[in-house]
């Protein structure tokens, strides 16, 4: 089968794209944590509407309101990174004065069926 972009395939065929989950852990200075929270919606808000975006979620830990996490599902790594230009690069600075520890985050594959 050909796929040619921007037309869906027809008849029994179906595409199906794999998604990449990317998961981020921040945690704030224990008097920032409100600040961070805040921070973290409005970088939500700026790339849910980015290309290659299928869901967005910030969580915050139950037992530790200064560790959040944001789960992010995308189309491809590339469409993920691209996202980030989204943030402008003052605001990105600003939010280092919130984290009590750098922030991490990692690109996560869904385990196949047979796999599980």
Not at 57 to 79: F, M, N
Request: charged content about 20%; aromatic content about 6%; proline content about 9%.
């Amino acid at each position: 089968m050909i796929l040619t972009p921007g037309v869906r395939p027809t008849s029994s065929y179906r595409c199906v794209l794999m998604a990449i989950t990317r998961i981020n852990e921040f945690q704030a200075k224990p008097d920032r944590a409100a600040a961070l929270c805040d921070f973290l919606r409005s970088v939500i808000a700026r790339i849910m509407d980015a290309p290659g975006c299928r869901s967005c979620e910030l969580l915050i830990q139950r037992d530790d309101p200064t560790r959040l996490a944001i789960i992010e599902v995308w189309d491809s790594v590339e469409a993920h990174q691209a996202s980030v230009s989204r943030i402008p690069p003052g605001l990105l600075q600003q939010a280092q004065t919130l984290f009590a520890v750098p922030a991490r985050g990692a690109y996560y594959d869904p385990v196949p069926e047979s796999d599980r």
